[in-house]
């Protein structure tokens, strides 16, 4: 009896150590797989050549064209916007990249650290401040075109206006204008309507754009009775959408500064735009669109 326990038990006890053991086997055999395909790929990813090198190890780049970022007035669009395909065709090396916006916004991103090659204003206060803090190489700098403020109002001119002393009319509900904070035309609107003894009558209207162009839309869309504008902004509207009233006068003339921006990787290409802004195919465009040579040049 007991000889039958005893064997009964060395048999169970055979069975646990036999399926010990293959576990044991096949835990080693997994870990064995497992790193075998580990080196396997280690060693992939140490013969495998990057896509930036060439067979032989060596930086494979194709070098292209130095892209310079022009920050320029939202007044610029349409001029430089056809002058870059002039620039880039007489400086193929170079490429051109815009970033239009009010003056006054443009040179806070500058003040910030934005990665800007060369500014162009349409006032010379924010160069002026830019100057002052080194923001700008000071030999760089030059006037090269002049601009003029004029009154629109929407196509049809539903309430008659045929003056800036109209604007007080009660009929005139809303008067569109650049922010004077940060907007060169809405500082110059501001500017004339002050001159005219109307600011205090008219402020309470008006409603004011982020830019020129903004501006621009609310007179083209109706959402104002009158706005002021650039002369050339007001060429650049939509076809039988406004109308001049008239000229909107300023004490100063209205000259656009450029300049190279001190924290310029590619000063020379920067140099390069300006020279052909300035140039004879530079004003050339600068004129189609309205734009005049500064008296001061």
């Not at 096949?26 to 497992?34: H, V």
């Not at 003040?111 to 800007?116: D, L």
């Not at 929407?154 to 005139?172: A, H, I, Q, R, S």
């Amino acid at each position: 009896m007991n000889i039958t326990k005893k064997n009964t038990f060395t048999v169970k006890l055979s069975r646990q150590k036999l399926k010990g053991s293959n576990m044991e086997h096949k835990n080693k055999l997994l870990l064995t797989i497992t790193f075998i395909l580990t080196i396997a790929l280690f060693a992939s990813g140490c013969t495998d050549i990057p896509a930036s090198e060439n067979e032989s190890g060596e930086s494979a780049t194709t070098e292209g064209p130095v892209a310079i970022t022009v920050s320029a007035a939202a007044s610029l669009t349409e001029a430089f916007t056809e002058m870059e395909k002039e620039f880039e065709n007489d400086n193929p090396d170079i490429d051109v990249v815009f970033n239009f916006a009010a003056s006054g916004a443009l040179r806070t991103q500058i003040e910030g650290g934005a990665p800007v090659d060369v500014f162009a204003s349409a006032a010379q206060d924010q160069m002026d401040i830019l100057q002052s803090r080194g923001f700008i190489y000071n030999d760089t700098r030059g006037d090269f075109v002049e601009n003029s403020m004029v009154m629109i109002v929407p196509k049809g001119n539903e309430p008659g206006l045929t003056g800036m002393e109209d604007l007080t009319k009660p009929e005139v509900k809303n008067i569109a204008i650049g922010n004077p904070e940060t907007v060169p035309a809405g500082k110059y609107a501001k500017e004339s309507l002050i001159n005219a003894g109307l600011w205090d009558s008219v402020s309470g209207k008006t409603l004011l754009g982020e830019n020129v162009k903004q501006v621009l839309v609310y007179v083209e869309r109706g959402e104002a009775d009158a706005g002021f504008v650039f002369r050339t902004d007001a060429s650049s509207a939509q076809p039988d959408t406004i109308e001049v009233v008239t000229t909107a006068p300023v004490e100063a003339p209205i000259t656009y500064p450029i300049a190279v921006v001190s924290s310029t990787q590619h000063r020379e290409e920067a140099q390069q735009f300006i020279d052909f802004v300035t140039g004879e195919t530079g004003s050339s465009i600068m004129e189609k669109y309205g734009f005049t040579t500064p008296q001061n040049v």
